[in-house]
Structure formats: C-alpha cells, structure tokens
C-alpha cells in the first residue's frame, strides 16, 4: 500500500525531532536525526495501518469515539463524571492488586454509586453511545470532521486527510 500521510515534524527541548501524523491519532515517533526520523515513521505508519486497517467500518462507534475523544467540552458534568468512572473501571480490570483494584473501582470507577451505576446498567458502550446521540441531534453533524470524498468520521477535527480513503484535502479552503 503506498498512500501518502502528512508528517508534521517538531524538535523538543532536548533536540529531538518528533514526528506525528494528524491523520492518524496516536501515530509518533521521534529521534535524533531527520534520517532516522522518517525512517521510523514510515515504519510506524506502515505498522498502525497494519493493526487500525484490519478494524471495518461502523459509523455509530466511529461517531461514538469521535465525539468522546473530541467534545467532551459539550457534555453535562454528569456525563463527564460517568464517563470518568468508564476509565476508571477499565483500568481496575486491568491493573494487578486487590488494593489498587478497590481504589480504581470505588474511589474513581463510582461503584456504588446509584445515579453513576444506573447510567451504566447496560454496559459503558450504549452509555457513550447514547451521550454522542444526544450531543450530535443538538449540535448537528458539522461538529464532526467528515471526508469530503467517502463521508467516513476522519480520526481528528484538524485532521485533512483520510484515513479510511486517503483522500487529501489539504489545498481546499
Ligand atoms: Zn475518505
């Protein structure tokens, strides 16, 4: 697959260079010279469509991610709070230690709590799910980035570029 991804490059304090790619989120590298830079993220592009391509298409939890990763400005603090503890219990399945377990459940994750464990009775996914609904039938769908070409949800609101498609539209006003 050869398709072309933009790579903004940085250096940080310390005279590393960092390369991202808006396109894809979480995508990044860095190094000491710009050889070994593009090197890397080549590799590191090539890598993430290899794992992230594999997923199909599914317009309900791209939107769903979407308006989690980017708009949680337009949630209620409720929402918010449910939507921290979701983290918080994942996290509790995931660390080692009964101690560590109980504090990421109770103190972060809001077991127990009534109005939180009734928002999540049918699991964390419909709760997002439902959130990112209400969110896009107040706002509308110009709160998401689209492609301009196959209309799929593009993985970030300044990203130009798509990653389903590859289309580029960066010369577009
Ligand atoms: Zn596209």
New binding site residues.
């Given amino acids: 697959m050869s398709r072309g991804f933009d790579v903004v490059i940085e250096r940080d304090s310390e005279g590393y260079y960092i390369a991202s790619v808006p396109a894809l989120p979480g995508c990044h590298t860095q190094a000491r010279s710009l050889d070994e830079l593009s090197a890397r993220i080549k590799k590191a592009i090539e890598l993430y469509l290899e794992v992230v391509g594999k997923r199909s298409y599914d317009d309900e939890s791209e939107l769903t991610a979407y308006i989690w990763k980017n708009h949680e400005h337009l949630m209620t603090d409720f929402e918010r709070r449910v939507g921290r503890a979701v983290h918080a219990r994942q996290k509790a399945e995931a660390v080692e230690g009964e101690a560590m377990k109980r504090m990421l459940s109770t103190r972060w994750g809001l077991v127990g709590d009534p109005e939180v464990d009734s928002a999540l009775s049918a699991g964390p996914e419909p709760f997002r799910r439902s959130v990112a609904k209400r969110i896009l039938l107040e706002y509308g769908d110009s709160i998401v980035n689209r492609?301009l070409?196959?209309g799929?949800v593009v993985r970030t609101p300044r990203a130009r570029q798509?990653f389903?498609?590859g289309?580029d539209w960066h010369n577009q006003p």
Wanted: aromatic share 12%; charged share 10%; net charge positive.
């Fill in positions: 492609c070409q196959c799929r798509c389903w498609c289309h």
